[in-house]
């Protein structure tokens, strides 16, 4: 048997290893939720886990998404993940070659240069060798990347790197000495055998053979004995994203969502974080206020290691950009919002007036504006103005006020009671038999898309008005105006409405690119998420992002949220106006002269 | 000594009183003012607060000592920029034209906050939401009714408007405010008896003389009602009334009510000239302020030598301290031609 002593503390880490994650593994399992686990049982043998396995090498091997993301950094992660798994398998295969089964003993490959001593030199073997030298060589590289990484970031474009925890140390110092452990020890095996190729081999012939003999079992030893401490350190370290990651995509192929509870699904994400530290460098607490220790990354390990203080819980706008930042797609912002302390309050149920809100007329549309824009009446006004203009019958469904999405209160942990509103409007809004709700607001759309099961069409305004442009129920006076549009938050990264306002505006005036939009847009720093910065930080968030939203000073700057309207507007001295206050200024009323000309020196007024 | 000449710019309080004390002491003054009316913001006002001194007066008074043989008056002339160049200060106006002197006095003063900023609150959207300066223009003409005519019956005015207001970015206090609401409100009810006047407020800042007594009177003789709360949103009702949202904070309860008028107290800002040339000479401050050399004995002075300030390009000021400021900067720049 190819046995030395030096092989236990390997066989030991690895048995250590499996076990414990085999442990966590099913303690998460059983604490999924009865939905995901719906999914799980009636998903497993189909289509979906092929598909799972594909996404597995990408995402978890290539690092297709960091590749993208940030191209050295890919490489970096691809050589070491990609490279390793490589290393694995062949030596695996040429371990099984040599052994001539298939079932030789586990360890052999790990170890094959010191075992197959006196392997026969022909090509297959050569072939062999060199593939396992090439790919050390890969790995190697790839831990260069990682080591210049730690000690100087901005080379790799990354702007703050992770602090770690001291698991997270001890795993990191293990895995950077494997591979030039295992690259000394197989060099001096091949001084002393000539079984190696272009890299152990000519490390090899550096080696006095008295040298070589000295230094070869000292140097397994070695190379073993860091592969324990990486293995037992790696489930309590960061390195627990690599499993956690692997199981976490499965889960998700198989169809299960994260809930409004903390769930087996979220230990697997909040295990999956490799603590990359983009999240930290796409938060604009960072780049706009200097607060550095409450990101995601952060957050999560701290869920992760059970010392989540509500300080650092509660310190985010929850403005999303971490999310589309990560490339493991962790839901950060959900998970959060799971994790953040509700109030005990039970309160008492004030909704009954509800009931008494009573619209006798059928209709087929609603409008909704929602408590934020009624303290931005201008979006109302112009609201109702459109309508008449396209001569659309609506009920204006919270016109005098007192209604609510039940957001507000979901978030703030009054679930029944939001439960109660939610079923109030829902009877109410069935009522109407409307065919269409409409929205002023962003976050009662998510609302009434997420928490509702209504099943009628909802739209945002913006959305409903391209829609009255292509029907030609409205027509619009083009102009030379520059407009840089805002996408808020929840309009764009929660709803994925991007293109719709820009369609509209871009039937007024001529939009201009800034540096952050779309899915990079920025918060606009009104955000009612954060319970901990002072309103001055939140004021700083809001000014940067002013600043770099008006660089090109356009005449208008234009949101679709009232609430990204009222923080703009408190600070901007020029003009800041919903699309649909916009719309409304720029309608074209045809067979009457007289309010023609009044919209024509309007619109004179804005641009000046 | 007669040929040393000074300009100053922005003929409001602050610098026609300037421009007298400089001129009687035999320099020449130019006297630069952007609008066609000389007074600044004095105009705008029909009373003044705690006496109801008549306004008109104050600035007539002003006005008729500027006919001294020394000062050139130059209104319609907006001044975009000031520098120190060969040896003289020197204006240039929107049109290019350049005046030049030995020295150089800023009393562009305040703007006030547009309302509109606000836009919670309603104004330039609902009729019957009006700004301070609008019911002063009303109580000039005598004729202090809502905008379809009718007598109010119930009034509002709200303090702190564009003050102390971390969100529109301002911190501090305009000082004037308070007081000019008490006597607002006063003025209404001594037309109309009875209607009902009430005003929202976050403190009542009574700090001048006769302040507190004209406060306790609104309350003992008028019955104006001061309630502790901001208001956090007005909206319109069908018959053009403002139905207000507020809490007061004494009691701590919400608080609902219709009003006929809501009168905001709109606060100082720093006007656009003060903005401007405070900016390019170096000596702006906070909140596009202009800043002094200090404020002990130094008021006066900046830190560009023959540069001066006065009155409220500085801040805040009511018309009394803008007078006497203007005077100590008058002595100041009289010392320094002197000098030179
Ligand atoms: S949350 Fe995502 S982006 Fe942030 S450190 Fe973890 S893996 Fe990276
Ligand atoms: S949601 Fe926004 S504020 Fe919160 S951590 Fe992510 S990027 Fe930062
Ligand atoms: S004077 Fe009164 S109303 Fe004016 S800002 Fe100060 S506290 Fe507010």
Redesign the interface.
Known sequence: MNYNNFIIPFCLGASLLLIIIIYKFAKWLSKLDKKQKYFVKRNFFSKKSIAAINEVFREALIHRNIYRKNPLLGYMHMSLAFGWFLLIVVGKIEASFYAGSFFEEPWLAIFFKFFAREQANFWVANFFSFTMDLLLLIVLSGLALAIIKRLKSKILGIKKATKHVIYDKIALTALWLIFPLRLLAESSTAALVQNGSFLTGGIGELFSLQFAQNVELPLYWAYSSVLFVFFVSLPFSRYMHIPSEVVLIFLRKWGAKAGEQYSGLSDFEINSCSRCGICIDACQLSFSANINNVQSVYFIRDTRYKKLNDNIANNCLMCGRCTEACPVGLELTLIRQQLRTKTEIAGKHYYDYCENKNNKNKTDIIYFAGCMTQLTPNIIIAMKNIFSAAKVKYWFMDEDKGICCGRPMRQQGFVQQSKDLISKNTKLISKSGAKLLICSCPICYKSFKEEYSLDIEIMHHSEYIKMLIDENKIKLNKSELNIVFHDPCELGRGLNIYKPPRQVLSKIGKIIDTEFSEKDSLCCGGSLANTVIELETQLEIRNKALEILTKSKPDILATACPLCKKSFTHAYKGKVMDIAEIVSKFLYLQNNSKKQEIKEKEIFSILK | MKNKSVIIIGAGVAGIEAANNIAENGYNVTLIEKENLLGGNLKNYAKLFPDFYEAGEVKNNLINKLNSENINVYNNNEITELFFENNKWQAVNSQNQKFLADAALLTTGFTVFDAK????L?YG??DNVITSLEFENMYKTGKITTKQGNIPERIAFLNCVGSRD????NHYCSRVCCINAVKQASEFKEIYPDSQAYCFYMDMRMAGQFYEELYRKSQEKHNVIYIRGRI??A?ATLDNKIQIKSEDTLSGLPLKMTVDLLVLMVGIEASIGTNQLASQNEINGEYGFAKSKGLYGNDNITNKKGLFLAGTCKRPLTIPETIADAKAAANQIIKYLNQI
């Open positions: 900023r606000k836009e919670e309603g959207i609902y971390e969100k529109v970015g956090s949103e909206a």
